[in-house]
């Protein structure tokens, strides 16, 4: 397997400025807010199984899926900047099983908060037929709609991997990033592609969905100006989520400015 000058600097060892000590309070940190923040989100799973209103609620169900899906992406990233820091180099086919759900969870993320958004839409601006349209049928629908979406978007760089790598590179160890896994350009350009897809589709129905609920708060609606507030809210979170979109133009931008930096502008993206 060919190594270029930037996988022989992700995997040289660290500078004597990164001590041991350092290396490990960092990852206690990571692990104990990883815990914290899972903890906080299997308690309000388990409030949502004990009541049966909140599994007939639309907006539940799909708050509910947004909490699962946020736990799985946690859970996949401590481990996955705890291996780099301990690790440094893991074989493909191990992180290939790492990346996929990390991916997958990631790109869920902003299409669960735009449907949120559209459910509030429909529950303000059309409430007569928000029985009829938000239904529980559709609401789980609609998460099945999410995980084949993105599916369909990695699966063919898994298959196209599987297909046109050799059986040496798929046992060989690599620093753990999506780049050095499907190395393929074509991977890298559909995904460049689907991001910038996504990208619009989620704003545009963003702010579609506020200003046409904007233009009904003007009547003074109490209903109304929560559901303004909640796009706002739900507008803050895409902004966070959309961060994975243009994230391999910040680390490109990073790296031109601090090459010296790759190991952590690596790890840290």
């Known amino acids: 397997m060919n ?33 914290t923040i ?26 509910i899926h947004l909490v699962l899906n ?16 301990i690790i ?29 958004a ?9 409430p007569l037929r928000y029985n009829h349209i938000c239904t529980v049928r559709r609401t789980y629908a609609v998460i099945g709609i999410i995980w084949t979406i993105n599916c369909l978007s990695l699966l063919p760089d898994v298959a196209l991997m599987l297909a046109t790598e050799s059986q040496q590179f798929l046992f060989s160890r690599v620093a ?10 074509y991977s890298r350009n559909k995904r460049d592609a689907s991001h910038i897809l996504f990208l619009v ?10 200003f046409r609920i904007l233009f009904v708060a003007k009547a003074a609606d109490a209903k109304a100006n929560k559901a303004r507030n909640t796009i706002l809210i739900h507008g803050f979170q895409v902004l966070l989520c959309m961060i994975i979109y243009v994230q391999p133009m910040i680390t490109q ?15 840290q993206s």
Not at 95 to 116: K, R, S
Not at 253 to 267: K, N, S, Y
């Open 201 to 210: 589709v989620v704003w545009f129905t963003l702010c579609y969905t506020y």
């Open 253 to 267: 931008l990073l790296l031109f400015l601090f090459p010296q930096q790759i190991r952590i502008t690596r790890m």
């Open 70 to 85: 946020d736990m799985i992406l946690l859970t996949t990233s401590v481990i996955l900047l705890v291996q780099t820091y």
């Open 3 to 35: 190594v270029t000058a930037v996988d022989r600097n992700l995997t040289a060892p660290p500078d004597s400025g990164s001590s041991l000590d350092k290396t490990v309070s960092r990852c206690i940190i990571v692990l104990l807010l990883g815990i």
């Open 38 to 63: 899972n903890y906080i989100n299997a308690a309000m799973v388990h409030v949502f199984s004990k009541h049966d209103i909140f599994k007939t609620n639309p907006r539940y169900i799909l708050f």
């Open 118 to 126: 559209a459910e509030c839409y429909v529950s303000v601006c059309i």
């Open 176 to 185: 753990c990033l999506r780049d050095n896994v499907f190395r393929s350009s």
């Open 88 to 116: 440094n180099r893991q074989y493909v086919f191990v992180c290939a099983l790492l990346i996929v759900p990390a991916v997958l969870t990631a790109q869920n993320t902003p299409l669960n908060v735009l449907f949120m």
